[in-house]
Each structure stands twice: as structure tokens, then as C-alpha cells.
């Protein structure tokens, strides 16, 4: 008696923790993070997405996987640090081809996200090849400097400051223990003379080493703006690229079209479901409701899993998703009809039951299992460069995936519970 308790216990438990999933995004009294969200792609959010192709030419062949891999993971630093949430960054692989994918919803500033991610932001301190000659004061144009050994990966932390005197912004660098010493050093041996400052080979500044500097800081100061020193600093601080990339991809899309088609979609789901609730019900009468109530906790089953991943949802992702719920009817269908026959048979209906869900199941496992095989097929988890690697195709075979998995666990286990407890 106790354990049928628990066991009532555990399943009550569930269905709040379930619906409780699914609450409205404004539903009053839930404050984050009590209030899951249903993340939307670009075509219902809108947003900006960018493909760059990234230049291998110059990468050993042993070091092409991780030198891809640093790439996209610099990428990802730079745009969290852009402040978009919810940024998706794929690596596609195709013959001899290497793409990233950058997928920014709710993002309109296409121009400051290229900039940005495109840098490949390699900073270098330089220090004076040779002493100028017959120059009272040198110009940095004219000068020939060389490389140190401090170089931007001994960068701890980079952001915008304001110079005290000119109000003019500028870059602050702090160095790392390892850094710091480095910059000691060579502001000891430079007193009085340039010590360049250069970002992807370009010159940003050449101040004049007044004494030894101490403590691990450094400021970059040419003429920026606000913005430009903003984004220089999120380039260095994210580390520099290893690879240049070109942009040879770019679309946008507004919300207001995303908006739109989000209601159009959510409508033809209703309207869907109770469609098939009302004939369910009425062709296959106590059966049909069992199997409504089979589908409601696939419902909410299935978008408790798109929250909980999360899975950012896409128009073909939607359409994923509503083409699954058909295949969880077809499942009860399936069940149904086999129990019919039993029962049309004169057996009695627990023995019917048994025997309807056995020989149904065969035929269940068949067809969601190549469904499945298509879903995974079109999400091309490995890259097979013949099939879409990237798009709104993934999208919708994700979806039908969770959603055909789920209804599999729906019509067998679920439905077979309820019909049980209809028996007893």
C-alpha cells in the first residue's frame, strides 16, 4: 500500500514539474530562473547569421584540427563578450573547405559582429631595430622596430579606460605573472627610446619609455573611439586567431516576420491537435481517449526536453516537431486497432491488451525507427559534406528526432499504463 503511494506520489510529482516546464515565458509570480524560456533561431527571432571560410594555406596538416577548433572557440569568447546570448558557432568541414558558422539571434549589427570576429587581433610589442640616425626626434613612421617576446598571449585582462588628462579613450592591458616580468624587462632596456605597440602588423602606437614600468600594466592609446577601443580590447582579451577568415556568407532577418509565423504555426498546431483529439475520440471511443491523453504528456514531454537542452526552436524546427506529433498518433492508432480485432476475436479485454500492444509493437519499431534513420541522415552529425551542413534542414531533424523518441516511449509505455489502470 505504501509503495503504490510513493508510486502516485512520484507521478504527481511529475506532471507539475512538467507542466510547471511548460508555464508561459510571462506567466505572473516566476522569476528567473524559475522561468524557463523557449529559445527561438534567427527566422523567428531574428537576427544575423555569418559564415566565414577560414584560410588553412599557411596550417600544417597536423595542426589543422586544432588550429579549426582554437579558431571557432576564440570566435565564441568574442561574441559572448559582445553581449549576445543565445549565439550558436558551428565548424563545417567539407572537401578541402573549412567553414564556421555564427549564428547570432536578436542581433542587428551585422557590421560590428564581422569586424569583430574577423580580427585576427595578434598584438605584438616591438622595440627599436637600430638607433635612429641624425633624428633629434624620431618618427615612428620611419623607424624599423623588431619583435619581442611580448606578445598578446600574455595578456591577463584588456578593457576601455579614459586618459585622466585628455578624457581621450584608450586600451589598459594587464599582464599576466609571466607578462609582467617580460614588460619590465624590456621597458628597462628601452628607457628613452619607442616602444611600438602592434595589432595584425599594423602600428597603433610608439610611446616614448620614460623609465622602467613595474606591476604588470600598459595602455594603448591611439586616437580611438569609445567603440573601436571597445572592440580592439575584446580582440585581445579573447586570444587572437590562428587562422584569418574571410566572410562569404551573410543574412539577416527582422523579428517581425519571425513573430508572425511563430502564430501561424502555434494556430495550425492547435488546431491540429484537437482535430485529432476529436477524431480519435469519437472513431475509437474510450481507446481514442486514453490515446489523447497519451498525446497531451507527449506534449508536454516533448517541450519540457526543447526547454531543458535547450533547443533553439526554427520555423523547420516547428514543423518538425508537429510532423513527430503525427507519428505518436499514428502509434496509438496502430495500438488501437489491434486491440479492436482482439477484442472482435471475443477475447477478453486485458488478454486483448497483451496481445493487441505485441503485435502492434513490431510495426511501431519499424516505422519510427526509419524515421529516426532520416532524422540522423539530415542532421548530419558527421559532417558528410554531400548532405546540408548547416541551415534551418538540422533544425528540423533535431526536433523530429526528440519528438519520434519520445512518442515511442508515449504509445508504448504510457498508453499501455493507462489502459492497464482502465482494466483494473
Known sequence: ??????????????????????????????????????????????????????????????????????????????????????????????????????????????????????????????????????????????????????????????????????????????????????????????IGKPLAIFVDETLISAPIVNEKISGGQAVIAGNFSVKEAKQLAIAIRSGALPVPLKLVKQSQIGPTLGKVEVEKSFKAGIIGLLSVAFFMILYYGRFGVVAVIALVLYGLITLAIFRLIPVVLTLPGIAGFILSIGMAVDSNILISERIKEELRKGKPLDIAINLGFGRALDAIKDANFTTLAVAFILFNPLNWSFLPQFGLVPGFALTLGIGVLVSLFTGVFITRKILKLIVK
Open 1 to 190: 500500500m505504501l509503495l503504490k503511494a510513493l508510486k502516485y506520489i512520484i507521478l504527481t510529482l511529475t506532471l507539475a514539474g512538467l507542466i510547471w516546464i511548460n508555464l508561459p515565458e510571462n506567466f505572473p509570480y516566476l522569476t528567473p530562473p524559475f522561468n524557463l524560456k523557449t529559445k527561438y533561431g534567427l527566422d523567428l527571432k531574428g537576427g544575423t547569421e555569418l559564415i566565414f571560410e577560414v584560410d588553412t594555406s599557411k596550417v600544417k596538416k597536423d595542426d589543422l584540427d586544432k588550429a579549426i577548433e582554437s579558431a571557432r572557440d576564440i570566435i565564441e569568447r568574442r561574441v559572448n563578450f559582445l553581449g549576445v546570448s543565445e549565439a550558436t558557432i558551428n565548424t563545417l568541414t567539407g572537401k578541402d573547405k573549412y567553414m564556421i558558422q555564427v549564428l547570432l539571434p536578436g542581433f542587428e549589427k551585422p557590421e560590428q559582429a564581422i569586424n569583430l570576429i574577423g580580427k585576427t587581433a595578434q598584438l605584438v610589442f616591438k622595440e627599436l631595430e637600430e638607433p635612429p640616425q641624425q633624428q633629434a626626434t624620431p618618427s615612428s613612421q620611419t623607424l624599423s622596430f623588431k619583435n619581442t617576446d611580448l606578445t598578446g598571449k600574455y595578456i591577463k585582462n584588456a578593457f576601455v579606460s579614459f586618459n585622466p588628462q585628455t578624457g581621450e579613450p584608450q586600451v589598459a592591458l594587464e599582464f599576466n605573472k609571466e607578462g609582467a616580468k617580460l614588460f619590465e624587462q624590456i621597458t628597462a632596456r628601452n
